[in-house]
């Protein structure tokens, strides 16, 4: 099946910056949405910014205007640039990747990394 391994967290104070990024293989056939999750203490998992098989990009309410999300030309690597961080983004991000294309945000991905861990310090 696909495999996706995040890399790139680590702790940050309010208003830095961190870029995560997502290694992907086995996309041998098909078309996949990819995005990015994150899960904080005592929350649920959440959508945090998504990608699908035509460039079309979604993003939740709470990080538009800070991440950005983007894919290298060969659709191997996925990213998601953090600017302007705040505590509450604190969180284990995950990459996920589906080959229902249409699902942006949802959390019904079925592959999944294991995730990088965040932290951002007020």
């Known amino acids: 099946q696909v495999q996706l391994m995040e890399s790139g967290g680590g702790s940050v104070q309010a208003g830095g910056s961190l870029r995560l990024t997502c290694a992907a293989s086995?996309?041998?056939?098909?078309?996949?949405?990819m995005g990015w999750f994150r899960q904080g203490p005592g929350k649920e998992r959440e959508g945090v910014a998504a990608l699908d098989h035509d460039g079309s990009i979604t993003y939740a309410d709470s990080v538009k205007g800070r991440f950005t999300i983007s894919q290298d030309n060969a659709k191997s690597t996925l990213y998601l640039e953090m600017n302007s961080l705040k505590p509450e983004d604190t969180a284990t991000y995950y990459c996920?990747?589906?080959?229902?294309?249409?699902?942006?945000?949802?959390?019904?991905?079925?592959?999944w990394g294991r995730g990088t861990q965040v932290s951002v310090s007020s």
């Open positions: 086995r996309f041998t056939y098909g078309r996949y949405c």
């Open positions: 996920a990747a589906d080959p229902r294309w249409w699902l942006q945000l949802s959390p019904a991905y079925v592959h």
